[in-house]
């Protein structure tokens, strides 16, 4: 069965410092999304991503996130300087049109 | 602004009982439901997707229903496993374009053996 994957499963990083998290949607998915969860906390939305642009985004996507779909098969969420409330795990999610959203297993983010 | 809220926080039953989890939602303009299963430290397992238009949706021992007009979803699990221990997210997408599924706090089930 199609899966979402994600790299690395847990990412530890220094202050400032810039990430890079990975995704791979499933194949035949156009829509494509990132999501967080803050240890304790709802998860939430941060981007969708649809036609090889960002299609919506949230209020927490700010400035230092950006998204990219480098090639055919990845998906890119990068945080250009980490900072401490950053540290969340970070989902990838991908869909058809108005359809069933799967989530990848998540990259835990610890911001140090 | 959606809000999803989820009662109980948290639920300890027996193995073999019947049980409800509930699901409430501010906006009642959905577009659909979505039902996940979340293991400690893992990612979101989807488990059932209702559409707006329809009532209910059932997985092998898993049923969820839909009241859109009054804001609320459950899902009912039958013969409760120690495997179905977990915690259980309800999502909804917002009819107006948005691609967002927000979501509610989730209820933690644990079955005791």
């Known amino acids: 069965e199609p899966e979402v994957t994600q790299t690395p499963s847990h990412q530890v990083t220094q202050m400032g410092q810039e990430v890079i998290l990975r995704c791979v949607p499933i194949s035949n998915h156009l829509y494509f999304y990132w999501y967080r969860q803050i240890l304790g906390q709802k998860v939430e939305f941060l981007v969708s991503f649809y036609n090889n642009e960002i299609s919506e985004k949230s209020e927490i996507f700010d400035d230092q996130f950006s998204v990219e779909r480098p090639d055919g098969s990845n998906f890119t969420l990068k945080i250009r300087s980490t900072k401490l409330e950053d540290s969340a795990m970070y989902f990838c999610a991908s869909s058809g049109v108005w359809d069933t959203q799967y989530f990848g297993p998540g990259t835990r983010l610890t911001v140090l | 602004k959606q809000e999803v809220t989820q009662i109980p926080a948290a639920l300890s039953v027996p193995e073999g009982e019947n049980l409800v989890l509930n699901c409430s939602f501010t906006d009642s303009a959905i577009y659909n439901l979505q039902w996940f299963r979340q293991d400690p430290g ?61 979501f509610g706090k989730g209820t933690k089930l644990t079955v005791n053996p």
């Open chain 2, 42 to 102: 893992k990612g979101l397992t989807s488990l059932l997707l209702i559409q707006s238009s329809q009532r209910e949706q059932t997985s092998g021992r898993l049923n969820a229903s839909l009241d859109k007009s009054s804001g609320r979803s459950t899902l009912y699990i039958a013969a409760s496993q120690p495997g179905d221990s977990a915690t259980y997210l309800c999502a909804v997408l917002t009819q107006g374009g948005s691609e967002k599924l927000v």
